[in-house]
């Protein structure tokens, strides 16, 4: 073979030995050593080529090779174009950006510029908005300071050290004083396809603008600086003038000689870069783009979209208001000074002049193409249980109001940088704020929930090699040893913090149960994939020990098969720690107050078992719970109507026959009960909301189409498998309960017929049901 994967044996266990760090582990019968053997892994071309025709399902791709979907970061869902294409729809579609264009021709024009730069856009916009982000329990967006800066930054044309500073604690709550040029009236924006009128600006200031500088990429959170202005066409070399170098003021642009008119004009795709060119000039001042930021901000909830923009922020600029202010900037910079005939043109040349987020973007691409590698995989799982528990107990710091323990807050990580001390190896705090953006997964949902503004666990690894990537000094090819050393030196500090931190507060319940969580999942993922499998899930679950720490701190649970597919939302077959976690606390949230219940629950089994064998009959055991003393006791203690029946019912459906139960099998019927009526409940919900949104008349009933058309469908099926309750058969219900034959059926019908339903134990369906003429289904 030409090539060969060379590994040199124990070479890395040779090194943690003589560093005290693990034992040295060696054949210990000389006369076997020689048994060791270690041969190079063939290449996979080569085993192709041997194979040729007889390998009859195809290529092979992969033995048993490192690959992204089997590592510790495989459910971070990696930047693609498919997801910035959704993300960009979603803020086309909230944001005002269609009223711009006065033609579908101009608007495509419009939508097209601004998606080839939106990977871009969004790498900017996370970027300043977390650099001045102080944590928040409001929903918060890009206020204008940051704003402001992000455009001076990549405009050009205004001295970025003179409006803001150095980007520290006064720069994120002042703006400086600059010279501009003599007052004039404020700028008169019309509307789209309109010209705008623009007053006549006064002389220039005696005090030049600074030309726009020619920057490198960036190299540090420090110093953010963007790439040179790339032209689309034609290819222009970039500016030489040193940065801050005064030049003279820029001489009126001339307007292009108009076309012969031909109604509406095509907008042109090619677009002109001049060299040099800036944002800010003396007809484009600052207050000028102030107010666009005004203008863009803002907006009003439509009565259709109050739960889309529940998490919209109270400050700034929400992510497709900022696309509406560029465009804003762009019609007035180039448009309206006749630069540009459409808008369209005129936001493709002031995207292709800023490259805002140039830069950002390209870091965020090498921390993934850095960190997702078979060689920091194996890193991240040597320090699999100190990370752990690093983030079990940050996630539960400075979090949003319901939301604790969801993931770690932007406050949690800050808090983390500074407990380990990362500015002691060259993290500085702009860069810590700046690796939490690189870290975040690109979503959709940034306007319905808090969610983006917390890190998974996924999303936990990946910010700690960002911000390994953006330290001082960093060198690319020593990547691998600078995440080793940062881990090995951070995360001894970090355990330190950890038990201080504990050690101040006496530990919650839920403290407890997160620290047991992480532990089980610790010992139980024994080939350290991130997930539990069902093997290992078994094998965790069955141990006295594991079971006795559960019940101790409310969790009671016998069928741990049925738990494993209870945790597993998303139905992976995988259980990962952040399911884990959020299905003992679920579980935990639902027994609360259950306690004294089941305390009194084992005191009438003990009362009916008067020979203290552990078995008692089914049937002598519920005409005790009949008693009006027992029943009075159990309404007492939190017990709805009918609930002791429910949980006697349950016990005879699980006996198969069998006449005696013991005590931890009606304390587990009793617990599968509550937890069934909790499902019922957050089903009973979300079908009564779909009802509202399918009432547009608000008469308070829906026909056999409008039942069709909101019921049948994936959306409603996913959502109550989540519950793990059955899905309705919605056409045999509707004409079930439609008796008076008026196609017509009231909430409190449907939802008598559900609840019946699901008594029943109706079927598992598609959800995809199909009209029919003749329906089977028996009356619920």
């Known amino acids: 073979?030409?090539?060969?994967?060379?590994?040199?044996?124990?070479?890395?266990?040779?090194?943690?030995?003589?560093?005290?760090?693990?034992?040295?582990?060696?054949?210990?019968d000389p006369s076997r050593r020689s048994e060791l053997k270690v041969l190079p892994r063939p290449k996979i071309e080569d085993i192709n080529d041997l194979l040729g025709e007889d390998n009859g399902g195809g290529p092979i791709s992969s033995m048993t090779g490192w690959s992204f979907d089997k590592s510790c970061f495989s459910r971070f869902a990696r930047d693609t174009p498919q997801l910035y294409n959704l993300c960009f729809d979603v803020d086309w579609g909230f944001s005002r950006l269609p009223a711009q264009a006065p033609d579908a021709q101009t608007q495509a024009a419009l939508r097209e510029a601004l998606r080839e730069s939106f990977p871009m856009i969004l790498a900017g916009y996370h970027h300043f908005f977390f650099k001045h982000y102080t944590f928040s329990r409001n929903h918060a967006g890009l206020n204008l300071i940051p704003y402001s800066e992000l455009l001076v930054t990549y405009g050009g044309g205004l001295d970025v050290q003179v409006l803001f500073g150095g980007g520290g604690k006064s720069a994120a709550n002042t703006r400086k004083p600059v010279e501009r040029p003599a007052a004039r009236k404020p700028t008169k924006i019309g509307r789209a396809g309109t010209a705008a009128t623009r007053v006549s600006p006064a002389p220039p200031s005696p005090s030049p603008i600074p030309a726009r500088p020619a920057t490198s990429a960036l190299v540090s959170a420090e110093t953010p600086m963007h790439s040179p202005a790339v032209p689309v066409t034609p290819p222009v070399t970039p500016p030489t003038t040193p940065p801050l170098a005064p030049s003279a003021p820029a001489a009126p642009s001339t307007p292009a000689p108009k076309a012969a008119p031909s109604p509406p004009p095509k907008p042109s795709s090619a677009v002109t870069v001049e060299q040099g060119e800036v944002l800010y000039t003396p007809t484009f001042h600052l207050s000028d783009s102030d107010t666009?930021?005004?203008?863009?901000?803002?907006?009003?909830?439509?009565?259709?979209?109050?739960?889309?923009?529940?998490?919209?922020?109270?400050?700034?600029?929400?992510?497709?208001?900022?696309?509406?202010?560029?465009?804003?900037?762009?019609?007035s910079r180039f448009m309206d000074q006749g630069n540009c005939q459409d808008i369209g043109s005129a936001t493709k040349r002031l995207l292709a002049m800023m490259q805002i987020g140039k830069d950002w973007l390209e870091i965020r691409r090498s921390v993934q193409r850095l960190l997702f590698t078979e060689e920091c995989d194996r890193i991240y799982r040597e320090y699999t249980r100190q990370l752990s528990a690093v983030y079990m107990v940050y996630r539960t710091l400075h979090s949003y109001p319901g939301r604790s323990g969801w993931g770690i807050t932007f406050g949690g990580w800050s808090e983390l940088m500074?407990?380990?001390?990362?500015?002691?190896?060259?993290?500085?705090?702009?860069?810590?704020?700046?690796?939490?953006?690189?870290?975040?997964?690109?979503?959709?949902?940034?306007?319905?929930?808090?969610?983006?503004?917390?890190?998974s666990w996924y999303e936990f690894l990946v910010c700690l090699g960002a911000a390994v990537r953006l330290k001082a000094g960093f060198i690319e090819e020593l990547f691998t040893d600078a995440l080793t050393d940062f881990f090995g030196d951070r995360l001894c500090k970090a355990q330190g913090v950890i038990r201080q931190k504990k050690s101040e507060r006496e530990p919650s319940q839920y403290d407890l149960l997160l620290d047991l969580a992480s532990r089980i999942f610790a010992d139980a993922d024994d080939d350290h994939s991130g997930h539990l499998n069902m093997r290992e899930w078994r094998r965790a679950f069955g141990k006295p020990h594991v079971q006795q720490e559960l019940r101790k701190l409310g969790i009671y649970s016998d069928d741990f098969v049925a738990l494993f597919y209870q945790f597993d939302v998303d139905n992976s077959g995988e259980i990962a720690l952040q399911e884990l976690c959020q299905g003992l606390v679920n579980m935990r949230a639902t027994m609360q107050g259950a306690e004294r219940a089941m305390a009194y629950f084992r005191k009438v089994f003990a009362e009916v078992d008067s020979e203290g064998s552990g078995w008692v009959d089914l049937a002598k055991l519920g005409r005790s719970f009949k008693s009006e003393e027992v029943s009075q006791r159990l309404a007492a203690l939190g017990l709805r109507p009918g609930e002791a029946e429910s949980v006697l019912e349950e016990l005879a459906r699980n006996g198969s026959g069998n006449i005696s139960v013991t005590s931890d099998q009606l304390i587990n019927a009793f617990v599968d009960t509550r937890q069934r009526a909790v499902w019922e409940s957050q089903g009973i919900k979300f079908i009564q909301s779909i009802f509202a949104d399918g009432d547009f008349d608000n008469s308070g009933m829906l026909d056999r189409a409008q039942v069709q058309a909101w019921f049948c469908n994936d959306r409603v099926v996913q959502k109550l498998q989540v519950f793990h309750m059955p899905v309705p058969d919605w056409l045999g219900i509707f004409d079930a309960l439609d008796l008076d034959e008026d196609k017509r059926v009231l909430w409190k019908q449907l939802e008598q017929g559900v609840i019946e339903f699901w008594k029943q134990g109706g079927g598992q369906r598609d959800g995809n049901c199909e009209d029919r003429d003749d329906t089977t289904t028996p009356q619920p």
């Not at 702009?430 to 890190?455: I, Q, T, W």
């Open 1 to 28: 073979a030409r090539e060969a994967n060379v590994m040199q044996t124990g070479l890395m266990g040779q090194d943690r030995f003589e560093h005290g760090k693990a034992a040295l582990v060696v054949l210990e």
């Open 418 to 455: 500074r407990d380990i001390g990362a500015a002691e190896v060259g993290i500085s705090a702009a860069s810590a704020a700046a690796a939490f953006a690189l870290g975040k997964e690109v979503r959709s949902d940034e306007y319905s929930s808090a969610r983006h503004m917390e890190l």
């Open 292 to 331: 666009f930021f005004v203008a863009s901000a803002v907006y009003e909830k439509g009565k259709g979209k109050r739960k889309e923009l529940a998490a919209m922020p109270e400050r700034g600029l929400a992510r497709f208001q900022f696309l509406e202010a560029l465009v804003r900037v762009a019609r």
